[in-house]
């Protein structure tokens, strides 16, 4: 009567092993494709609104912190511009 395990040769234990190393496998693979689509819909997302400048905020500082309704005060914004000029 021939054996119902698909692989005689191997031992039971040495096939849980491989079944577990390809389920980790796979985890890993889905893993990084799911990645690798969050990045290039970030990428995606950052390019649609081409007229916009490319530059990142270094420091926001206001005189006061608290403004009352009918008050001003003077806001200095530090930026880097990250386009080719």
């Known amino acids: 009567?021939?054996?119902r395990i698909p692989f005689p040769r191997f031992p039971?234990?040495?096939i849980k092993m491989l079944i577990l190393i390809s389920v980790i496998a796979l985890a890993v693979i889905a893993s990084a494709v799911v990645l690798i689509g969050v990045f290039y819909f970030q990428q995606e997302q950052n390019q649609q609104n081409e007229g916009a400048p490319?530059?990142?905020f270094i420091t926001f500082e206001a005189k006061k912190?608290?403004?009352a309704v009918g008050e001003s005060t003077t806001v200095l914004i530090?930026?880097?511009s990250s386009e080719d000029k």
């Open 1 to 3: 009567m021939p054996s």
């Open 12 to 14: 039971k234990k040495r």
């Open 54 to 56: 490319n530059v990142k």
């Open 65 to 67: 912190k608290e403004i």
């Open 78 to 80: 530090n930026v880097r």
